[in-house]
């Protein structure tokens, strides 16, 4: 073969070779989560590659993952190399540059303790992470131990459970800090949840007894100030999380890169929650959720990084204003600097709260003589005209999109502002019923239809945005609460409920309504109170129930179907 012919092949050949092959310049494991209720593990990582000018950085990249264990520490676990009689798991994945997640499920009969997953790429080890691990068998047995220990009612059960497993539920390291004096009242404090008593004794239940134990835990330790550093404030404030939210172990751990704030920021939290004898865990999580805001944007140095606190540590009960805070920044960041101010100064969460109040922007009405709606309700929601902006998430229910766009329009229902500049409906949310008791009255009265109201008699509906609606809701005998004195403010609104209050609006509008029985398939699983307001919406065909025939009475309403059977009973009393 002629040597020409033979360089073509090499040259061909070394460009296949190279089209499945590509050198990483870094790759690691950043983070392996295991599952609270089952054997599941979960990788992440990243992978960065070094393209030469014949390679095609989108091209697959081959990473090798080797899971060994189980170690006494996790010291031991990182110290390991790759070892065939300590590997309980390998698999091979490609992945091209950037980030990338796997998941794989520990062996039936892994035993509980430390396990490292080692990366390696072109045969080369790039990196480890340890992860500890608890095996199923453990899992029960720390649920079952904790159910034993409330049945009795027995402090020093309850003490010995946490201490045999507390591995298991992560909070040895915390206990090491503590007193007796304060470990026998973490046991006393978990005594109070009645639910142990009669939860499953299965791994499925490890979560909430975990979650009980690790607040427990973290409750008696600030209240004995046994937590003296930043170091150990951030290894146990994620305690506060609710799975699977992170957002306060990583505002803690990330804080410079985050915000910009270090140490110092962080010791001012500590010395703001410690010691304070607080009298059980929510009045801690609150507190601790409340103060991290209160420091962590008070030491903010800029308009980004305050905003980056708030987005991040506002969503919180006690932040009514924060949806319509969020809504105007994610807009204009200059629109915010005057709240801001007012904010950062507050010294209570309340104040606080109060500095971040953003006055509805008025938009141009479509309907001649409206004002706009206001920033009510929850979400990141922005008062729209749906001539000025179109919903990019309607299209494809062409059931209910006449509908969104007229109450829109109407201002009934606020759109939301999303990161990337659009608006969307997000018809498949739910509506809460405070929500709902809004749009009815808007629908029916106008955007003035509040302008009179004050407070209702709901002891949980009182200086709220939602406070005239519901009081004006509530003395035209639209709804009367959820019966012991409360509304169920933040509740979401079921399908049968919120027939129930357009039924009584129909009603109060001299509808004639007809309640003559309509057969849904679920017809019988229809509470009491709600069967004559759904048989008559039926009859006024306002709603029509689903496909399979049935109505689905206890099913969360989402804000489309809250839309239409708005717009149709408006329109059978001629609002439009």
Known sequence: ???????????????????????????????????????EVTVSGTVVTVPSAVLDPALKITTTFTVMGEYATEADALAAAIDNTKRIHGDTIFTTAGNY??????????????????????????SKKAFKYSSTADMTDVVAAVQAAAQANDVTMMEAALNDYADVLGIDGIMALMSPAALTAAAQEMLKNEAFKTMPVTAASLPMVLANAQQADLLQALNTGAITTVAQLEEFIGFIDVAPSTKYADAFANSTALFNLGDATKQKVLTAISGKNFSDISAMVKETQEQTL????????????????VRELGDIPAMTNYAAFMA???????????????ARNANTISTFNTGLEIKPVIVTPSNPGSTGSSNTGGGIVVP?????????????????????????????????LEDNGTYTFRPNNSITREEFVKALLVCTSGTGAASTGINPTFTDAQGGWYSPFLDVAEKKGLTEGKGDGTFGIGELITRQDLSTMVYRMLVSEHYNV???????????????????????????????????????????????????????????????
């Open 1 to 39: 073969m002629k040597r020409s012919n033979l360089l073509k092949i090499a040259s061909l050949l070394l460009i296949v070779a190279m089209m499945f092959s590509v050198v990483p310049a870094s790759a690691a494991v950043t983070d392996v989560k295991t599952s609270t209720s089952d054997s």
């Open 101 to 126: 997640t796997y998941k794989f499920n520990m062996d039936a009969n892994a035993a509980s303790g430390w396990y490292v997953v080692i990366e390696s790429t072109l045969g080369a080890t790039v």
């Open 294 to 309: 209160l420091i962590f944007a008070k030491d903010t140095g800029n308009a980004a990084n305050f905003v980056k606190v």
């Open 328 to 342: 105007a920044a994610n807009k204009n960041l200059a629109d915010v600097t005057g709240p801001m101010g007012l």
């Open 384 to 416: 729209v005209s749906n001539k000025e902006v179109k919903y990019t998430d309607i299209g494809m229910i062409g059931w209910a999109s006449d509908a969104i766009v007229k109450l829109t329009d109407l201002g009934v229902f606020d759109g939301y």
């Open 514 to 576: 007809n309640t003559n029985a309509v057969n849904f398939t679920d017809g019988g699983s229809i509470s009491d109170y709600a069967v004559p307001c759904v048989n008559a919406l039926a009859n006024a065909g306002v709603v029509t129930g689903y496909e399979d025939g049935s109505f689905g009475p206890f099913n969360n309403a989402t804000r489309a179907e809250a839309a239409v059977m708005l717009f149709r009973a408006c329109q059978a009393i001629r609002r439009f």
